[in-house]
């Protein structure tokens, strides 16, 4: 999951202080879109407003490991009922009927029409959004403690899945054997460079989303994760010289 940019602070010295750097979770890889040119080239898309989550109970509700895999779930293949999430994560109904209601409670997931007919089911669906947590300069303690758990759970429920997935024979991915794209390079940049970096990004992903009347049939859902970081200081144990150019280091598959 998948964290956002926080508000502006005000400096000591009474200007404005530069805007946090921000962290940020879409959710599910689909939004609703204004005048799509076509099912086949994403364009502009209406992206979502930013929501901040700053609330200790809601980080608290979010982080909790059983509803990560739950959300991630949600995200990856779409609405379901509590049965189907107990039967695919080893959970009996009503551990996960309660987890729902707790996400539902906090808005990351709701009620959505039953798919089958004469059956009195309750299916959920994630919900949409561009939701961000505050960056770490304003984090309290606790806050923090929360937010590093969350991170941990989100981090490693990518890479296992990514991992699951690229042990795969050709054969059960068919065309779909090649489709993990990775990029890892460094660039030099100031902090309001990265900010509107970031910012960039995001808006990337909105461009290709798309309501599920405008996806193609091939199209398959693709967890994106983006991670930007400072290199280290001269001064710490790992630390490189600093490439010389933006070029240098840069590796692509």
Do not use: C
């Amino acid at each position: 999951m998948a964290q956002e940019p926080g508000t502006t602070d005000a400096a000591t010295s009474g200007a404005p202080a530069p805007d946090p750097l921000p962290s940020s979770t879409t959710g599910p890889r689909r939004s609703p879109v204004a005048d799509r040119p076509s099912a086949a080239t994403p364009g502009p898309a209406q992206a979502p407003a930013p929501e901040e989550l700053s609330d200790l109970r809601v980080l608290k509700a979010l982080a909790q490991p059983r509803r990560q895999q739950m959300l991630q779930h949600l995200t990856v293949h779409g609405p379901a009922t509590s049965a189907t999430l107990a039967r695919a994560l080893g959970l009996n109904t009503g551990a996960t009927s309660y987890h729902l209601r707790e996400l539902a409670r906090y808005g990351f997931v709701e009620e959505t029409p039953n798919p089958g007919r004469g059956r009195r089911e309750r299916w959920w669906r994630a919900i949409p959004g561009d939701r961000r947590f505050p960056p770490r300069s304003r984090q309290s303690p606790e806050v923090r403690l929360v937010m590093d758990e969350l991170d941990h759970l989100s981090y490693a429920a990518d890479l296992e899945l990514f991992e699951e997935l690229r042990q795969q024979g050709s054969a059960e991915l068919g065309e779909w054997a090649d489709a993990f794209p990775y990029s890892r390079g460094t660039i030099r940049l100031t902090l309001p460079e990265l900010r509107a970096f970031f910012e960039e990004y995001i808006a990337l992903l909105n461009r290709y989303k798309r309501p599920d009347a405008d996806t193609p049939a091939d199209a398959r859902t693709v967890l994106t994760r983006l991670l930007a970081f400072p290199a280290p200081t001269a001064s710490h144990p790992s630390a490189e010289a600093p490439a010389s150019d933006n070029r240098k280091g840069t590796e692509t598959s």
